[in-house]
């Protein structure tokens, strides 16, 4: 229901009871005649008529969901986020159908996208449109039907060789920074649990370490955000294995200090620079082709790069565990899998690998 009235400034204004976002509101309209302002309302409830855009519902979303969502994760879904308005620019949400969602997600798989990307992307739209939904927007998810194609490639890091294994092992105590790759061998932990790891949460006389918090970095933001661990199987009681006791005892600090960074965690940049510059003291690096600015016009020049991650290490870790005959349900434990197949899908990656590993050798043989 609308209501005119003429405002002490002499505007006449004119409002209509909405609601947008899931919210009720009124709308105003101003102008200096009462045509002036009824036209201004009737153009506005044309261009409603028509729907609002997906950039529009996009961007309601995630100001309203953004920060619910855990620094990792939003991290993740950044990069999907703007290829989805990237995709539907310019499109109402209600024109979009089930075959333009799929055609989005075909051409991500035949651009070479993992199964990991593409399948977060469409994730972030079904989210997306479930809101819409939510504030009447749309009658139904175009998403919710379209499936990932098959056949994408995995992202499944491969171990770390061993050259690269003992080369961590023997700059362990050398290395200013080698204590974080040589935890990150003998825990399994991920990387944000090793950051958020603190004295206290090591126990000497039982030897176990208790994994109960994770640092995560936002998009843009620098300083860790410490958090619980992503799943409750995150929280466990890590091994704390001789080897690695020996080198942590003698440096033992604070109990509330982090064992990377003392009073407060390392940040995004500190880590990063660290994690590289460690890489490329000891030779765990290897050439990149890097665009680059040369004058007015970019080029791609050879830049060096780790050729080891922090996630390869928990890989290698779970490569141990296979090699050592520990069951799949303990193994499950060590490493806070929240689901048993993702650690059966560990192991039978290990057994391919190894599997292939054996026959090359064979084959060599004279």
Not at 67 to 94: M, W
Not at 355 to 361: I, P
Request: aromatic residues 8%; glycine residues 6%.
């Amino acid at each position: 229901m609308s209501k005119l009235k003429k405002r002490a400034n002499g505007l006449y204004q004119i409002s209509v009871s909405v609601t947008e976002g899931g919210e009720k509101k009124r709308r105003y309209f101003y102008g200096h005649t009462q045509q002036e302002a009824k036209r201004k309302m009737m153009d506005w409830q044309e261009k409603r008529a028509a729907g609002r855009s997906f950039a529009e519902v996009a961007e309601e979303w995630r100001g309203k969901h953004w920060e619910e969502i855990s620094a990792g994760t939003q991290t993740c879904y950044a990069p999907a986020l703007k290829r989805a308005l990237s995709d539907f620019s310019g499109v109402g949400v209600r024109d979009i159908a089930p075959l333009d969602v799929k055609r989005a997600v075909d051409a991500m798989a035949s651009q070479g996208y993992a199964h990991h990307s593409v399948g977060i992307y469409l994730s972030l739209l079904r989210q997306i449109f479930d809101y819409a939904i939510l504030v009447q927007d749309v009658a139904a998810n175009p998403a919710e039907t379209v499936r990932l194609p098959k056949g994408l490639a995995s992202a499944t890091r491969e171990c770390p060789k061993d050259d690269e294994l003992e080369i961590i092992r023997q700059n362990a105590s050398l290395h200013k920074f080698g204590l974080f790759p040589y935890m990150l061998l003998y825990t399994g932990l991920r990387r944000g649990e090793l950051l958020a790891l603190q004295w206290k949460d090591v126990d000497f006389e039982n030897r176990i370490i208790r994994v109960t918090k994770s640092a995560s970095f936002s998009e843009t933001g620098n300083q860790a955000v410490i958090k619980s661990t992503k799943t409750k199987a995150g929280e466990r009681e890590a091994l704390l294995l001789e080897r690695l006791a020996e080198k942590l005892l003698p440096i033992q600090g604070n109990p509330e200090d982090y064992i990377f960074g003392g009073s407060k965690p390392l940040s995004k940049s500190v880590f990063r620079r660290r994690w590289r510059g460690y890489c490329l003291d000891v030779g765990l690096w290897r050439w990149k082709d890097a665009p680059r600015m040369k004058g007015r016009k970019k080029k791609l020049v050879k830049v060096k790069e780790p050729s080891v991650t922090p996630h390869q290490l928990r890989h290698a870790f779970a490569t141990v565990c296979f090699e050592m005959g520990v069951s799949p349900k303990d193994a499950q434990q060590l490493l806070g899998h929240s689901k048993i197949d993702v650690t059966l899908d560990t192991y039978t990656h290990i057994r391919a690998k190894r599997r292939d590993d054996v026959a090359e050798k064979l084959n060599n043989a004279e």
